[in-house]
């Protein structure tokens, strides 16, 4: 069982950066896929980011964030963060945090088993 909690989410104007993080309890962290999806209002959950297990697992990112956010993982602290740069009234939504066990290629929700409680991001024009 994984437990995660996200932090890191506010208001910040058009062109400003945030840095979530998530914070993951058990020993066997490095043996997850972390993942970010979103989700704004009215709108499906939409995938943002992947990074596959050890610090140097291999990241995607959806079309939309390439070139602007950076997934990464401490496996000693346990904790995936997504930093957000440039950010764009787009990018509002609750960002979530989401694992699964062993290497993973996928993008779907579906594909991951734990998730976080969500965290608010607002980027104002």
């Known amino acids: 069982q994984v437990q995660l909690v996200e932090s890191g989410g506010g208001l910040v104007q058009a062109g400003g950066s945030l840095r979530l993080s998530c914070a993951a309890s058990?020993?066997?962290?490095?043996?997850?896929?972390m993942a970010w999806f979103r989700q704004a209002p009215g709108k499906e959950r939409e995938f943002v980011a992947r990074i596959r297990t050890w610090s140097g697992g291999n990241t995607y990112y959806v079309d939309s964030v390439k070139g602007r956010f950076t997934i990464s993982r401490d496996n000693a602290k346990n904790t995936v963060y997504l930093q957000m740069n440039s950010l764009k009234p787009e990018d509002t939504a609750v960002y979530y945090c989401?694992?699964?066990?062993?290497?993973?290629?996928?993008?779907?929700?579906?594909?991951?088993?734990?998730w976080g409680q969500g965290t608010q991001v607002t980027v104002s024009s």
């Open positions: 058990g020993r066997t962290f490095s043996s997850y896929t």
């Open positions: 989401a694992a699964v066990y062993g290497n993973s290629w996928s993008d779907l929700a579906r594909t991951y088993d734990y």
